[in-house]
């Protein structure tokens, strides 16, 4: 007997008609105030972390680098961002899409910059270059007043992050991503984590892979900036320094190296829980400290892995298993 | 005896030229010299054999070809063609596959991805297409999980196609190296210690499978060996290494009998004797 499966556009469709009553659903519940600002707030910086995460599990998990300068990048796409909307050189409404846009391609330019020497390097060498260029790139974005406002900050950025825009660009970065990885181009990806001179030897570009995979996460990380500046309405540089890119960090290895869904649950948890333990004042650093030596000790490789989650494959299982427990009622009824 | 520098060609590959010639190839490692002055030429459907003893430099001489150390000396042609501007991937695009003596598979993905790594430069659609799940994407790719399933079913693997490559056994994994090499579509396959850790009915049955891939593909095949039934069983021509340098080539019935040969295996009777 043929193995059940959902064909490919049922798959897409399905899916898709998730997504939208998703988004849907929880423009309505923001929009009503049903949970209050705090709650929303955190919906929003929930959605930001997601994008960074899921980014930089590209180029950890994927690739299998390990750079430390996502702060860096993230920090160039606030400030793009946030200088293209303050220009006005667009209406509104096509400022937004138009200024998130820009955020990520000036991310993914400096991303290509910084590869392609950075990426030549491996392992801790590699965490150290890139964690000095983060700083570089903070250092100057401080010291550069007159575009950036300096260590004073810059103000008046307009508040375009709702959660409407927000998961849009969230389910836009998973989506292509996704796309990358089941593709040719993310199988390259993927070989050079598992063996970088067989990749080779298969007439894989190697270099070109690396930098690609890098440009990509820093463009979505740019674009995670740019959001993270319409949230908070106000930027300064302190905002983006080595901690931030550990924390990013942090998120992906606690979800899951390689695991796309392990990403969006670490963040979802890890971003959410100073807020739902801000009763405990200081323990609270102890509880979420304690809470990561647990989940090391206990699942090395992170909460899900190298899993990843599938609904098509769920309801095939799900579907099949209906089958099998009919044709055996039926062989009962013989 | 035959002079090395003097190629021996298959008889049905009289009036074609090369594949692979390697003129005075030599590299040094700091102060040693691991090979040295080593000369071949290899047909378009040869079967050569490379054997020597332990530490002779012949998986040298294949990280050489495939460019994984760049000659200190010498030159390598490939189709006629010089590739000294080449690095691995291009040497591979020209044309060398390889495997490796300590099996480098992808050993998280599945065997049907392994051979869709080496299937790469096959499949033509770009970034765009992939996103965006263009047509080509498509077409691309159910083109070459069908040719991934043909290449895997020379061994009869086909049915573990969606299993972990890293949980194969050991005897499969390099079969399936082999399946990602040929899935690069080399003119000619380089095998490091195919048969290694094999037991002596997947040798033997190794064995055919090399004289059928040549046959299918018509490629030459280049290959390190230690089990000489294996070598004197399908090679046509034997070249041995020792310590860096080429001591004789020849049928395997010539390197036999060669005196260097049986010196460089077995050292010399003044030798044992004291």
Redesign the interface.
């Known amino acids: 007997m043929k193995e059940f499966r959902i064909s490919m556009p049922m798959r897409y469709i399905i899916n898709s008609l998730l997504l939208v009553a998703f988004i849907v659903a929880g423009h309505l519940i923001t929009q009503s105030g049903l949970l209050g600002r705090a709650h929303n707030a955190n919906i929003v910086s929930v959605g930001i972390f997601i994008i960074l995460a899921v980014s930089l599990n590209l180029s950890t998990g994927y690739l299998g680098q390990l750079p430390l300068g996502h702060a860096g990048f993230m920090a160039i796409g606030a400030y793009a961002g946030a200088i293209f909307w303050r220009s006005g050189l667009l209406p509104s409404t096509a400022s937004v899409p138009a200024g998130l846009l820009v955020a990520g391609l000036a991310a993914a330019v400096v991303g290509v910059i910084i590869g392609i020497p950075a990426l030549r390097l491996k392992g801790d060498y590699l965490a150290i270059i890139t964690l000095g260029f983060g700083e570089i790139i903070r250092v100057i974005i401080n010291n550069l007043d007159s575009v950036t406002g300096g260590a004073g900050g810059l103000h008046g950025i307009p508040r375009h992050s709702n959660f409407l825009i927000v998961y849009l660009c969230v389910i836009i970065c998973c989506i292509?991503i996704h796309?990358?990885m089941?593709?040719?181009?993310?199988?390259?990806i993927?070989?050079i984590r598992?063996?970088e001179?067989?990749?080779?030897?298969?007439?894989?570009?190697?270099t070109y892979y690396k930098v690609?995979a890098f440009a990509f996460s820093a463009f979505f990380a740019g674009i995670a900036g740019a959001l993270f500046a319409g949230n908070i309405g106000l930027l300064v540089p302190g905002e983006f320094d080595f901690m931030t890119s550990i924390n990013i960090l942090m998120i992906v290895v606690l979800g899951g190296m390689g695991s796309m869904a392990g990403s969006v649950i670490a963040a979802s948890i890890l971003t959410s829980l100073p807020l739902f333990m801000a009763a405990l004042n200081e323990y609270r650093m102890i509880i979420y400290a304690l809470m990561l030596i647990i989940v090391m000790l206990f699942k090395p490789s992170g909460l899900l892995g190298?899993y990843d989650f599938s609904l098509s494959r769920l309801l095939e299982k799900l579907i099949r298993r209906r089958i099998a427990a009919k044709s055996k009622v039926k062989e009962g009824e013989a | 005896m035959r002079d090395p520098k003097i190629p021996l060609i298959p008889e049905r590959d009289h009036n074609k030229s090369p594949v692979l010639e390697c003129v005075g190839l030599g590299i040094d490692f700091g102060g040693l010299t691991a090979v040295d002055d080593f000369n071949i030429t290899i047909s378009p459907t040869e079967i050569c054999g490379l054997i020597g003893p332990n530490g002779a430099g012949k998986t040298t001489i294949f990280n050489l070809l495939t460019k994984v150390y760049n000659p200190t000396r010498g030159s390598i042609f490939l189709e006629g063609k010089n590739t000294k501007r080449y690095n691995t991937k291009d040497v591979n695009k020209e044309g060398i596959a390889r495997t490796f003596q300590n099996i480098r598979l992808f050993k998280n993905l599945t065997v049907l991805e392994n051979v869709l790594v080496g299937l790469h430069n096959e499949m033509d659609y770009r970034l765009f297409g992939s996103i965006f799940r263009l047509p080509s994407y498509w077409r691309s790719e159910r083109i070459a999980r069908e040719r991934a399933l043909e290449l895997l079913s020379i061994f009869n693997m086909q049915d573990i196609a969606e299993h972990k490559a890293g949980s194969l056994p050991y005897g499969s994994q390099r079969r399936l190296e082999i399946v990602r090499a040929l899935a690069t579509n080399p003119s000619i396959l380089l095998l490091d210690e195919p048969a290694a850790g094999m037991n002596p009915a997947e040798t033997e049955s190794l064995m055919e499978h090399i004289g059928q891939i040549r046959d299918t593909f018509q490629i030459a095949i280049f290959l390190i060996e230690h089990d000489m039934q294996l070598v004197m069983g399908v090679c046509e021509g034997v070249a041995v290494l020792n310590y860096g340098k080429l001591i004789a080539k020849g049928t395997p019935s010539e390197i036999q009998r060669d005196p260097r040969v049986i010196e460089a295996y077995l050292g010399t009777g003044g030798q044992a004797d004291a």
Not at chain 1, 182 to 188: D, E, L, N, Q
């Open positions: 292509a796309m990358l089941k593709s040719r181009h993310g199988r390259a993927l070989s598992e063996n001179i067989a990749a080779e030897s298969c007439g894989i570009n190697t690609m190298t």
